[in-house]
C-alpha cells in the first residue's frame, strides 16, 4: 500500500439518490484525515511500515461548490499530500441545456468552469502546490443540438453505456461531418455536426495546452487524465 485516495461524493449534500448526509460531514471528513494520518504516523514508528517513502494520503475534490459541503479546506489542504480536482462533468444528460463540460473560463458569473472552482478553492486556504487539476479524455454529445447554450433533445448513445459519454475515438474530428471549434471567451472546445444535430463538447489539444500553462501561473501542482 502505497498510499490512501478518498474520494466522497460528496458530504452534506449531493451525490447518488438516497444518500444519506449530515451537517457534520464536513468535519469528520478532518476528522478522517487526521485518524489516517496517526495511523501512518505510527505504523513508521513502530516499524510495520516497510515502504521506502512515507505513506500518502491524497483526495478527489469537485470542481467548485465547496461552501457548506467543505468548509474546512485549510485544514484538509495540511493533512493531504495533493488533491485531484475533477474540473469536468459541468453539463451532461441531467442538463437542461447543451454546453462545455470542462471549459477553462466561465462565459459569465456564475457559470462552472475550471478556472471558478479553482479560485474558489484556493480562495478556501487550500495551498496552490498540492492542487493537481483533472482533465478529461472524453467527450459528452448532445443530439437534437445545433449550437451551445441551447436545449437538446438527448444524449448522444455513449461509448461505454453511460448515456451521452465518448471516447475520443468515437469523435470523428476527422470526419467533415463533425467540425472542431472553440469558443474564445470559455477557452472550451467542441465540435458541431450540423447534419446529425449534434453537439459534443470535449478537451482539444489546444484547450488542454491551455490547461497546463494555466496551472503553470498559478503554480499548481500539475495535471491529471
Given at each position: ?108 458569473i456564475g457559470d462552472d468552469s475550471v478556472d471558478s472552482g479553482l479560485r ?99 503554480g499548481l501542482a500539475g495535471v491529471m487524465c
Amino acid at each position: 500500500l502505497d498510499y490512501i485516495d478518498l474520494d466522497w461524493e460528496y458530504p452534506v449534500s449531493g451525490g447518488q439518490l438516497g444518500q444519506v448526509h449530515s451537517l457534520e460531514d464536513g468535519r469528520n471528513y478532518v476528522l478522517l484525515l487526521r485518524e489516517i494520518r496517526l495511523a501512518h504516523h505510527e505504523a513508521m514508528q513502530d516499524g510495520r511500515w516497510k515502504g521506502t517513502q512515507p505513506p500518502g494520503l491524497t483526495l478527489a475534490l469537485p470542481c467548485g461548490q465547496f461552501t457548506g459541503r467543505f468548509d474546512y479546506m485549510k485544514e484538509m489542504g495540511e493533512l493531504v499530500d495533493f488533491a485531484n480536482v475533477m474540473c469536468y462533468d459541468f453539463t451532461g444528460a441531467w442538463s437542461s441545456l447543451a454546453d462545455h463540460h470542462s471549459n477553462l473560463f466561465s462565459r459569465q458569473i456564475g457559470d462552472d468552469s475550471v478556472d471558478s472552482g479553482l479560485r474558489e478553492l484556493l480562495a478556501a486556504g487550500f495551498p496552490s502546490r498540492k492542487i493537481v487539476l483533472g482533465i478529461p479524455i472524453y467527450g459528452r454529445g448532445f443530439d437534437g443540438c445545433k449550437n451551445l447554450a441551447s436545449s437538446f433533445s438527448g444524449a448522444t448513445v455513449g461509448t461505454w453505456g453511460d448515456a451521452g459519454v465518448l471516447d475520443y475515438s468515437a469523435l470523428n474530428l476527422r470526419q467533415s461531418t463533425c467540425q472542431p471549434r472553440l469558443e474564445p471567451k470559455t477557452q472550451g472546445t467542441f465540435c458541431q455536426d450540423p447534419e446529425n444535430e449534434r453537439l459534443i463538447t470535449y478537451d482539444s489539444v489546444t484547450a488542454v495546452r491551455r490547461k497546463v500553462f494555466y496551472v503553470q501561473e498559478l503554480g499548481l501542482a500539475g495535471v491529471m487524465c
